[in-house]
């Protein structure tokens, strides 16, 4: 069966070929290469199915294969599966879609889209991650600097500013980091470098 | 308070009422609460309204009727309680064509080569409203030509690249080749037919049914947003708006020329959605080949003006028949 992964992570891509690879000897993987469109690398390596990032924007040249290939006979056909709209679903929340181009047996299909969707997924955690340690980083900085502007302005100790911050978040009900966030907007502290 | 209604749309001008809306806290004073979830093509769109991972969308009318009638994907029954938008799309060609075009017109260009035009999906207003102009002009848009598809976003660059001759795509692209020195402007959608219907709302049927209270909500912060769209003294504001990072990214300036609908741009209203406007797409759709005969009979079930007077919106207005060829 000859794959066709259309992906423009190329680490990835590169990753989920080879897993397929050594899935199944049987399985040919062709990836789309650079710049090229989705249509004209279907036309190119005329494969049984395509493997497709969600977030290309030239996915939809795939919807119209089937029409404008009519005259030269190569039927392509969406991956619809009725039996199962949740495993597409679950295929879709992680951003791969999949398009038989001959008829390929469903089971046949199944485990190949499992292995992209577990990488398409994985690459999701990760860059969540990423946000979510890039988004501690700065409330951390931003309570430091609250703290600092508190020990330098109104001459408090480390421990009273961080008891000040700490006393207003809980009286207010908020996270500390919004109470530092506010004291230096108020004192025209944001984005001025110290945070 | 229903529950969150998913919008899906692209970073497109006609995006302008749902973004409007959005931004300026209508869809709340309707009592809606609405995420609105910008996709990169046509076809996550369909995918994700497919399989209910959208609840709607800003949507072209014949994708909504491919999609109702199970031509692409998964089957998926819709309701248009509404259109967005009329007019807006124009064919560009590319500018080494520019003589040849003032002199023989469209056929003569396409009679020297054998011309590669863009659209933006293969069921779209712009693949039938080009195809309506080529024949009308006894180009043949199945032999003599080469229709592909691009990304809106695409197309300029693809001209730039001699990859295509020509697209048709919805503003602000064509005034973006214009500008650029890439391409000029051969004829603007509302000249092949006049007020023609460009975008439209696009239901899951399922929700319609399950929270009628949420969608007439929807429904009357999307007349209310259509409003100020069409209003000429909102367009510089809408323009910045549209301008941002998160949408088109692209010179305000430049959006708002191409928000001008006496210079072609998307014209906001009337919003009835008139089912002899779904009629005329599914009767182009059978004319090419795209569709079988009972895409008639899903055209006729989709569009739900009830559901557009139940929520207020405007009395209907007889279809435009300035095509043309007369």
Same mark, same amino acid.
């Given at each position: ?195 | ?241 549209? =301008?941002? *990072?998160?949408? +088109? /990214?692209?010179? %305000?300036? &430049? ?7 006496? $210079? @072609? #741009? ?24 795209? =569709?079988? *005969?009972?895409? +008639? /009979?899903?055209? %006729?079930? &989709? ?7 139940? $929520? @207020? #919106? ?13």
């Amino acid at each position: 069966m000859k794959i066709l992964v259309a992906d423009r992570d190329g680490n990835r891509a590169a990753a989920l070929s080879a897993q397929l690879q050594a899935q199944d000897d049987a399985f040919a993987i062709i990836l789309v290469q650079g710049d090229e469109n989705l249509l004209d690398a279907v036309r190119r390596a005329a494969p049984d199915m395509v493997i497709v990032d969600m977030a290309r924007p030239d996915r939809d040249g795939l919807d119209s294969v089937r029409i404008l290939s009519a005259a030269q006979a190569m039927p392509v056909v969406m991956f619809v599966d009725d039996d199962d709209p949740e495993f597409m679903e679950a295929a879709i929340a992680a951003g791969v879609s999949s398009y038989h181009v001959y008829d390929v047996a469903l089971p046949a299909i199944k485990p190949v889209l499992r292995t992209a969707m577990a990488f398409f997924k994985r690459s999701q955690a990760m860059s969540t991650r990423l946000a979510e340690a890039e988004e501690q980083i700065t409330a951390r900085r931003m309570v430091e600097a609250a703290k600092r502007l508190l020990m330098t302005e109104d001459k408090m100790s480390e421990p009273a500013a961080h008891r000040f911050l700490q006393r207003r978040a809980m009286d207010q009900q908020k996270k500390i980091v919004e109470i530092a966030a506010a004291l230096l907007q108020a004192r025209g502290k944001m984005g001025s470098g110290n945070v | 308070m229903s529950d969150v209604i998913r919008l899906g749309l692209l970073r497109l001008c006609d995006a302008a009422p749902v973004i409007l809306a959005d931004r300026q806290g209508m869809f709340a004073a309707h009592g809606v609460g609405v995420e609105l979830c910008v996709e990169p093509s046509w076809a996550n769109i369909a995918d994700k309204l497919g399989y209910g991972l959208l609840e709607g969308a800003v949507m072209l009318p014949p994708l909504a009727m491919a999609c109702a009638a199970g031509l692409r994907g998964r089957k998926t029954e819709l309701v248009v309680p509404m259109s967005l938008s009329a007019n807006g799309n124009a064919v560009t060609l590319a500018t080494r064509l520019r003589e040849g075009f003032a002199a023989a017109g469209i056929a003569g260009v396409a009679a020297a080569k054998k011309l590669r035009l863009a659209v933006v999906h293969g069921y779209s207003t712009h693949d039938l409203l080009l195809r309506y102009w080529l024949a009308a002009n006894s180009v043949d848009p199945d032999r003599a030509v080469e229709i592909t598809v691009l990304p809106p976003a695409e197309v300029v660059g693809s001209l730039a690249a001699d990859a295509i001759d020509g697209f048709c795509a919805g503003a602000p692209w064509g005034q973006v080749a214009e500008h650029a020195g890439l391409g000029f402007v051969a004829v603007q959608s509302r000249d092949i037919w006049r007020d023609h219907p460009e975008k439209c709302l696009a239901l899951r049927a399922d929700f319609a049914a399950r929270d009628p209270a949420g969608m007439m909500g929807l429904l009357r912060a999307l007349i209310a947003a259509g409003a100020a769209c069409a209003a000429p003294d909102g367009r510089a504001g809408l323009a910045a708006l549209l =301008a941002a *990072p998160d949408y +088109l /990214d692209l010179p %305000a300036h &430049l959006i708002e020329g191409a928000l001008d609908p006496d $210079a @072609g #741009g998307p014209l906001f209203a009337p919003q009835y959605p008139l089912p002899a406007h779904g009629e005329w797409f599914a009767e182009q759709m059978l004319r090419w080949g795209k =569709a079988p *005969p009972r895409i +008639l /009979d899903v055209a %006729a079930a &989709l569009y739900r003006p009830d559901f557009f007077t139940a $929520a @207020g #919106g405007a009395a209907a207005v007889a279809r435009s028949e300035v095509f043309c060829d007369g």
